[in-house]
């Protein structure tokens, strides 16, 4: 890609990446997506930019407060998360961006908020475990892996693409995000889609 990667990491991948941390675990899917964000790269060569929205920052705080974080904690963790985005190559802020219109039907209002978020900073990959609220009749979905995890036991992965007028963008597990990244491929949306399709 030649430009930055628009990268969202949905609350869930956030909280995980903390969570991670404070159990003593090193090198999770969450805590490696997390780092590379930070580091402002993607993959071995592209760089990326992450998109965040004042309301999913709001989010993060609340599900920290209901897992009893200390407040300057939650604090320093939500504000250095405003800063990878504001310090990226991009040099965004979440605090203007604008979601636009939540136009489609999914189940979960929240996550429709982030997807209209999503499409308005025309975001290339969005990063989450939940990845059913996610679906809707304008998407494309593809099976990618069957998965065996402690927390939910065998569980079947799946990515989705939205390709609307000028949006384009996949969703997808980080298990799948990082294992395409070991695999080199090309995270513009739609030469991965191609990628991900061929592999099936």
Not at 69 to 78: D, E, G, T, V
Not at 165 to 194: E, N
Request: charged share 20%.
């Amino acid at each position: 890609m030649n430009r930055p990667v628009r990268v969202m990491l949905d609350v869930n991948v956030l909280v995980s990446n903390l969570m991670a941390y404070a159990k003593g675990h090193q090198d999770t899917a969450s805590q490696t997506l997390v780092s590379m964000v930070s580091n402002q790269t993607w993959g071995l060569s592209d760089k990326s930019q992450l998109i965040i929205s004042f309301e999913m920052i709001e989010t993060l705080e609340t599900v920290l407060r209901r897992l009893s974080l200390p407040q300057p904690k939650i604090s320093a963790y939500c504000s250095s998360i405003i800063d990878v985005m504001r310090y990226g190559p991009d040099a965004l802020d979440p605090y203007l961006i604008l979601g636009g219109e939540e136009r489609l039907a999914i189940s979960d209002v929240e996550d429709a908020g982030v997807l209209a978020v999503a499409f308005g900073a025309k975001v290339d990959i969005l990063v989450t475990d939940n990845l059913r609220d996610f679906i809707s009749k304008d998407a494309e979905v593809i099976d990618t892996q069957i998965v065996q995890t402690r927390a939910s036991g065998q569980r079947t992965l799946q990515a989705i693409r939205y390709a609307i007028a000028d949006i384009d963008m996949i969703i997808a597990h980080p298990f799948d995000v990082l294992q395409w990244m070991r695999s080199g491929y090309d995270f513009t949306p739609a030469a991965l889609w191609t990628t991900i399709c061929k592999g099936e």
